[in-house]
Nanobody, 121 residues
Framework: QVQLQESGPGLVKPSQTLSLTCTAS????????????WSWIRQSPGKGLEWMGV???????HYNPSLESRTSISRDTSKNEFSLQLNSVTPEDTAVYYC???????????WGQGTQVTVSS
């Protein structure tokens, strides 16, 4: 079973950019012909899970419309990682951020443990 690990700063100031990275233990973040999709999901205090966006093995990206103007997801296959950038953050972006994998079955089969990000001055 693949293990995913998020990394990045735990504290970001308002108006700055939140940047997180996710790595996979099995080296599977590649430009593969086999469709695999990698997502970012977050959970704010007292709220449910919110899907933020996805990048697929063919490079396709898709974002939550409510976050699209501030979100960018990219990948570096040489480093076996994919990344999230969320611009112009506010305290409402404080959340636990998760990366997750869809192995091409339209369902998530692996999640990172999550990383807490707090937006505060």
């Amino acid at each position: 079973q693949v293990q995913l690990q998020e990394s990045g700063p735990g504290l970001v100031k308002p108006s700055q950019t939140l940047s997180l990275t996710c790595t996979a233990s099995d080296g599977s973040i590649t430009a593969s012909s086999n469709y695999v999709a990698w997502s970012w999901i977050r959970q704010s205090p007292g709220k449910g899970l919110e899907w933020m966006g996805v990048i697929a093995s063919n490079g396709y990206t898709h974002y939550n419309p409510s976050l699209e103007s501030r979100t960018s997801i990219s990948r570096d296959t040489s480093k076996n990682e994919f990344s999230l950038q969320l611009n112009s953050v506010t305290p409402e972006d404080t959340a636990v951020y998760y990366c997750a994998r869809d192995p091409g079955k339209n369902a998530l089969d692996a999640w990172g443990q999550g990383t807490q990000v707090t937006v505060s001055s």
